[in-house]
């Protein structure tokens, strides 16, 4: 395979993030491996815009469309592996199975890591978090690269980390990173995963494509409250609804919403819980794009 074999033109961006819904790419390139993906971004001119995708499960694209190009990292075939006694995890492996090598070696803190449907890269790039823990609480050091193809091994203090955003110093995106975890004991682990994702089949809409949460919670309160506080379970625009079993997910039941329904969902939510309890949410989601 060359590299104009794994360009594709106008590519569908409903197939590549979890709401199932939105506009195209206008190129869309899916490397082979980091020294393809170097060569690739090399080739590129610089005023390309450009936008890294793992698994699409906190991305909507508006309607008419990405502008540029992006970069497909996940590949279902890529696994975290031990490297002296850290994880080590390419940028497009999925975060649920560097929870499950974490547990196999005995080593804890990367449970919470098994519910987030994502890739490591994309839990980088969000500090993504649950249940009282965050990506970069277990991260040693990143491995990023550059527009030039150069990648970087940078410890986690390069980094500029906060709740659910984390920036790498330059116009950089994560290749890969090391986890370090504390000895742990597995069996535990194992159990703990399991009772975290049953937590989360009890309370999220799993079986509907979502994005998780869509705001991010303010400080000392809970979205989903707010939202729930505002009546506003089950609002609806053309094919999105606000999930009646948690406030803070928006769902596409029939695979019919439109990015510009679940915009404006997200926009309506936004102004009603800022008009009716003071509170302005900002959403976790990333809304990239041009709308129709
Ligand atoms: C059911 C469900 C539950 C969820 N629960 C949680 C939760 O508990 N906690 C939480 O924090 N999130 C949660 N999320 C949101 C989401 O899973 C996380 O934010 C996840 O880390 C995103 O990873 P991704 O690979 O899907 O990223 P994408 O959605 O593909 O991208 C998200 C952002 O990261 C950037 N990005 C992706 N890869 C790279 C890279 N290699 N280099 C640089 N930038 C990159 C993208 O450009 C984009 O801005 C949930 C989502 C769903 C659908």
């Avoid at 890591?113 to 050091?141: F, H, K, Q």
Wanted: hydrophobic share 40%; glycine share 10%.
């Amino acid at each position: 395979m060359n590299m104009a074999e794994a360009l594709h033109l106008k590519e569908p961006m409903a197939r590549h993030v979890s709401w199932r819904a939105g506009g195209h790419a206008d190129r869309f390139y899916v490397p082979r491996d980091v020294s393809d993906l170097g060569a690739f971004l090399g080739s590129l001119p610089e005023s390309e815009p450009l936008l890294f995708v793992g698994l699409g499960s906190n991305l909507l694209v508006r309607d008419g469309g990405f502008r540029g190009t992006v970069v497909l990292m996940h590949q279902a075939k890529l696994a975290p592996e031990m490297r002296d006694g850290q994880v080590y995890a390419q940028a497009g492996v999925a975060s649920p199975k560097v929870a499950r090598l974490a547990a196999l070696n005995h080593l804890s803190g990367a449970e919470f890591m098994a519910g987030i449907p994502g890739t490591v890269g994309g839990a980088l790039a969000m500090n993504a978090g649950c249940y009282g823990s965050e990506t970069w609480d277990i991260v040693a050091r990143a491995v990023t690269i550059d527009r030039g193809g150069r990648l970087r091994e940078r410890p986690r203090s390069e980094f500029d980390i906060a709740y659910r955003h984390c920036r790498p110093p330059g116009e950089e995106w994560f290749v890969a990173a090391y986890f370090a975890l504390p000895p742990g004991d597995g069996e535990a682990s194992r159990k703990r995963i399991k009772e975290l994702l049953a937590r989360r089949i009890a309370t999220q809409p799993l079986q509907l494509p979502n994005a998780g949460s869509v705001f991010r919670n303010p400080p000392g309160d809970h979205a989903a409250r707010l939202i729930e506080s505002c009546g506003l379970k089950g609002l609806q625009r053309g094919g999105a609804r606000v999930s009646e079993k948690h406030a803070n997910f928006i769902v596409n039941p029939d695979g019919a919403a439109s990015a510009a329904d679940i915009e404006w969902l997200i926009l309506e939510v936004r102004r009603i819980v800022a008009e009716e309890t003071g509170v302005h949410l900002v959403p976790e989601v990333r809304i990239v794009g041009e709308p129709a």
